[in-house]
């Protein structure tokens, strides 16, 4: 005990808020800042403790929020800098903390240094992108993940040049090794720092660093884009800076989104003596139920338990003595949790949605919920193409149209892949359109919401699954075992049953998990459950268990302390 590095943003639970899909109180179907505001009593009596909040500055909503036009600006459609002064005061009154969205690898096509940097190749912002002439032929082959024709160059007639976007066309990446990029980056940082906002997320942060000869991809990446993107010749450079120069003066937390990161690699962004990253988002659980060769397909057999335990295992390795992890299952670029790794069908929905909660708030590693977990909410399903709203799957449509691939296998394929499934309103009610808007909402709500998913009902039961969230983030809380201690895994083999323990110094405890549509004995020789008292069950039937031997309910999860 006496050797842990404690740290708020390690205790901490965060709730992740998409503010487009949470509550609207202008009534033009967006949510906005003083919906947020309206609900920091419900976020508080939740029991987690700081809100990662996605873009809310101005932007022309190419990407939801993530193509900035002005990083010091409130977008419109969510308020004004008042509402969000008037939100962050709220929250300190809870003490709740607020982590922002950074947003740096590229801006929007509309903010003013890319139209300066557009009108001519010696502008003062010109070196602010990166560009390539024309004249010298056409670029090196860079991926794109939103452009029609996966291309990551884009032609500009304007001064017969081509410019790199990773992303959307309207994404132009910025080029941090301009010294004056990353200073604008830095002195923005500060700006939302000295209002007093606790932290930042930073978007596909891996990403900055680029050789700017703009070589051939090597031969060794073989079309796959991400770790090359990844691995940048200045990237630590870069985060040792940013974190010399601005993140160590504040008492603050930052996550990075780590795409191509690998276990190999983590320390280096994380060990506490290289000054870079707090922690970051791996993303091998989220490529679990992938397409090996295509990101957004889904796997045509069903992934395997040992394989979820495995990564999960390597990554708590990583961690054990030095560096933080996370621990996170959905947010806004995935599939909703329950229908990914849980089973939303009507008789194992509860239970499967209690068990991952359990699963996050028992494991080493600060835990991330996104809105709408904490009542179960499900993959949205859309039938209809004009139902979906994201980039990412109406851009994919149109190569996929180019290429003549079946569209009808798309359309199954997104119904649990698309990013629009964790986009759905908030399910706050029965009343229309859940509680979230009196108008037509940006998105239409998940239909579910009638069937008990949603806040209000939840809300009178006292074994709902938001009620069960309440009462595990209060047992993780108070056991600073489930926070810090080791983490061992037991029955790895077994295919229906996760279970590990936590240990630090004499606490100790027993995590078991069903995955299965089944019971499930599982038997561990050396622990006698007679002699262990029971934290928690998300599933009060009686459970059959002799010393060694015991009986998981389907979907059941069990926290024991052990003597």
């Known amino acids: 005990m006496a050797q842990l590095k404690r740290r708020w943003w390690k205790e901490g639970v965060v709730y992740q808020i998409y503010p487009r899909s949470f509550q609207d109180t202008s009534g033009n179907g967006i949510g906005d800042l003083k919906g947020i505001t309206e609900r920091l009593d419900y976020i508080k009596s939740l029991g987690v403790d700081i809100i990662w909040l996605c873009p809310v500055y101005e932007s022309p909503n190419d ?21 969000f002064d008037d939100l962050l005061a709220q929250m300190k009154v809870r003490g709740l903390k607020l982590v922002m ?40 082959k860079r991926w794109s993940y939103f452009d029609v024709d996966a291309n990551a160059w884009k032609y500009d007639e304007q001064t017969d040049s081509y410019y790199l976007h990773y992303f959307s066309v309207k994404q132009p990446d910025l080029k941090w090794e301009n010294r004056a990029v990353r200073k604008e980056v830095y002195d923005m940082l500060r700006f939302w ?62 996550v990075g989104e780590a795409l191509g990161v690998t276990i190999d690699q983590a320390l280096n962004f994380v060990d506490e003596d290289r000054k870079e990253l707090n922690m970051f988002f791996h993303f091998d659980l989220m490529s679990l139920d992938r397409d090996g060769n295509e990101a957004f397909w889904m796997r045509s057999d069903r992934w395997k338990l040992t394989e979820f335990k495995e990564i999960h295992s390597k990554w708590d390795a ?97 119904k649990k892949a698309s990013r629009d499934n964790a986009r759905t309103p908030m399910q706050w009610s029965l009343d229309t359109h ?25 809300e009178k039961q006292s074994d709902s699954v938001l009620n069960y969230f309440r ?19 037991v029955l790895p083999e077994n295919e229906q049953v996760y279970a590990y323990t936590r240990s630090l110094d004499t606490e100790r405890y027993l995590i078991l998990l069903s995955f299965s549509e089944e019971s499930t004995q599982v038997a561990i020789d050396d622990i006698e459950f007679s002699k262990a008292d029971l934290l928690i069950s998300n599933d009060e039937c009686q459970t059959e268990k002799t010393n060694h031997q015991f009986t998981l309910k389907p979907y059941q999860a069990v926290v024991y302390q052990l003597h």
């Open 193 to 254: 720092f000295d209002k007093g906002v606790d932290g930042f997320r930073m978007d596909v942060i891996p990403f900055i660093s680029k050789d700017t000869t703009y070589p051939e991809l090597p031969k060794e990446f073989k079309g796959d884009f991400i770790p090359f993107y990844s691995n940048g010749p200045r990237l630590h450079e870069f985060l040792n800076e940013m974190n010399n120069e601005v993140l160590s003066k504040y008492d603050i937390m930052t």
């Open 471 to 489: 009462k595990m983030v209060k047992i993780r809380k108070s056991h600073l075992g489930l926070i810090y201690g080791g983490y061992q895994l």
């Open 318 to 414: 990583v961690f054990s003595e030095k560096g933080w992890g996370t621990m996170y299952l959905n947010n806004h670029d995935f599939p909703r949790a329950v229908s990914r790794w849980g089973n939303d069908s009507k008789e194992h929905w509860r239970n499967s949605a209690t068990m991952l909660q359990t699963f996050l708030l028992t494991m080493r590693g600060t835990p991330f919920f996104y809105f709408g977990e904490e009542i179960g909410m499900t993959n949205a399903n859309f039938e209809r193409l004009d139902d979906y709203k994201d980039i990412n799957t109406l851009n994919r449509y149109k190569l996929l149209q180019q290429q003549n691939i079946d569209l009808e296998d798309f359309i199954e394929n997104e």
């Open 434 to 458: 859940a509680g979230f808007t009196n108008n037509t909402p940006w998105i239409k709500v998940n239909s579910n919401y009638k069937t008990g998913i949603n806040v209000e009902e939840q």
């Open 63 to 83: 990407d939801n929020g993530y193509d900035i036009s002005d990083y010091r600006k409130i977008m419109a459609e969510f308020g004004t800098m008042d509402d």
């Open 101 to 140: 969205d950074l947003v740096a690898n590229h801006t929007s096509d509309e903010h003013f240094w890319f139209q300066e940097s557009r009108k001519s190749r010696d502008n003062k912002y010109r070196d602010y992108y990166h560009w390539w002439p024309a004249e010298k032929g056409i670029p090196p």
